[in-house]
C-alpha cells in the first residue's frame, strides 16, 4: 500500500505568519517604537540627566542657562566623608538605620501578612470575604493622612496612645506624667544595657513609624500570601496526611514550600518599597530626633528642597540605587527569588 503524503499547509490557513529575523524585523520595531519612546521620555532620560547632574554644581539658574559647573566625583567624595554642613550626618551610618529599617519592616509584614492570611484562609471561618476587604482598606488611604492620622495618635499631650497608657496605668496607681511618652522625640536610649551604637539605630521614634507601617503594610502581603494559599492543591494536604505528617509538618513541607515563590519576590519588593518611603519619616516623625530616623530617600529630598545642592542629591541618589540594585542581586542569589518552586 502507497503512503500518502501529508497535504502541506496552505496559505490561506496561515492567519498569524511566524517572526523572522530581517523580514518582519522593521514591523517589529514599528511596533515597540511608541512605548519606546515614552519610555525614553519619562524614564531614561532623566535617570541620564541626574546622573550628569551628580557630576556637576548644578542649580537652578543652570536650567536657564543650560549650563552647571563640571566637578566630577567631588559630590560623592562630600557625602562619603560627611562634608555637607549637616547636623547629625554621617552617611555610613545613615545607609545602615536605612538597612535595618527595611529589613525589619518586611520581616514583620511577611510575618504578619502570612500569619494573618492563614487564619483567613482556615475552615470554618465564616464571613471571609468580609474579613479580606477589611483589611485591604489601608492601602487606599493616601499616605499624607496615614502619617498625619498616626503623627496625632502619637502625640505627647492629646495622642491617643498615651491616653490608653494613661487609662491602663491608672488601674495600677502610676503617675500620669510618667506615662506621657515623647514617643516622636525622645533622645533618650530605649535599650540602656544595650551599646550606644546599637541604640543610635532603635529610638523610640523609630518603633512609633515601625507601629504605623505595619498597619500599612501587612495587608498586600497578606493579599499576596491569600492568594498562593489557594493555589496550593488539596491533595498535597490529603497525601502528607496519608503519609502520617503532623500539622507542623504539613505546614512546613506543603503550605511554606507554595508559599515561598509569591512570598520571595514579594519580599525584595516591599524592602525596595520601604527601603525609599519617605511620608512617614518626613511627615511624621521629621527625621528626629536629632536626625536619628532620618532616611536616605528624606535626606535627598532635604538636599533639594532647604539647601539647593541638587548635585549633591543627584549623588545622593545614584548610591541609592546602587545600594538596592546590589541588595536585590544578592538576595536574589540567595534565596533564588525568581526560582521556580519545583526545581
Do not use: C
Amino acid at each position: 500500500m502507497t503512503a500518502v503524503p501529508a497535504a502541506a499547509p496552505t496559505q490561506r490557513g496561515r492567519r498569524f505568519p511566524s517572526w523572522r529575523p530581517g523580514g518582519d524585523s522593521k514591523l517589529v520595531l514599528l511596533y515597540l517604537a511608541p512605548a519606546f519612546i515614552v519610555m525614553g521620555v519619562i524614564t531614561f532620560f532623566p535617570l541620564l540627566f541626574q546622573v550628569y547632574i551628580s557630576f556637576t554644581d548644578f542649580t537652578t539658574g543652570s536650567l536657564r542657562s543650560g549650563n552647571a559647573p563640571w566637578v566630577g566625583l567631588d559630590n560623592y567624595v562630600r557625602i562619603l566623608q560627611n562634608n555637607l554642613a549637616i547636623p547629625n550626618f554621617t552617611f555610613v551610618r545613615q545607609v545602615i538605620y536605612n538597612l535595618w529599617w527595611a529589613l525589619a519592616n518586611v520581616a514583620v509584614h511577611v510575618t504578619l501578612g502570612v500569619a494573618i492570611a492563614l487564619l483567613l484562609n482556615a475552615k470554618g471561618l465564616r464571613f471571609k470575604t468580609f474579613w479580606r476587604a477589611l483589611y485591604i482598606l489601608p492601602v487606599i488611604i493616601p499616605p499624607i493622612i496615614v502619617a498625619t492620622v498616626w503623627r496625632n495618635l502619637f502625640d505627647t499631650q492629646n495622642g491617643a496612645i498615651n491616653e490608653l497608657l494613661i487609662l491602663v496605668g491608672g488601674l495600677f496607681k502610676i503617675p500620669e506624667e510618667a506615662l506621657r511618652v515623647d514617643w516622636l522625640r525622645f533622645p533618650g536610649d530605649v535599650f540602656p544595657f544595650l551599646p550606644s551604637e546599637i541604640n543610635h539605630f532603635v529610638p523610640l521614634a523609630f518603633f512609633a513609624l515601625l507601629t504605623a507601617n505595619t498597619w500599612l503594610g501587612w495587608p498586600l502581603n497578606a493579599v499576596v500570601a491569600t492568594g498562593a494559599l489557594q493555589s496550593i492543591p488539596g491533595e498535597l494536604y490529603e497525601a502528607a496526611e496519608m503519609d502520617g505528617a503532623n500539622n507542623w509538618q504539613k505546614f512546613r513541607n506543603v503550605t511554606l514550600v507554595y508559599l515561598r515563590p509569591a512570598m520571595v519576590p514579594y519580599a525584595v519588593y516591599g524592602f525596595v518599597v520601604t527601603f525609599n518611603l519617605f511620608f512617614l519619616a518626613y511627615f511624621m516623625s521629621a527625621g528626629g530626633p536629632f536626625g536619628r530616623t532620618e532616611q536616605l530617600v528624606t535626606q535627598a529630598f532635604r538636599l533639594v528642597q532647604e539647601r539647593q545642592l541638587y548635585g549633591v542629591a543627584a549623588a545622593f541618589s545614584v548610591f541609592m540605587f546602587f545600594i538596592l540594585l546590589a541588595i536585590t542581586l544578592v538576595f536574589n542569589r540567595f534565596t533564588k527569588a525568581t526560582a521556580s518552586y519545583d526545581r
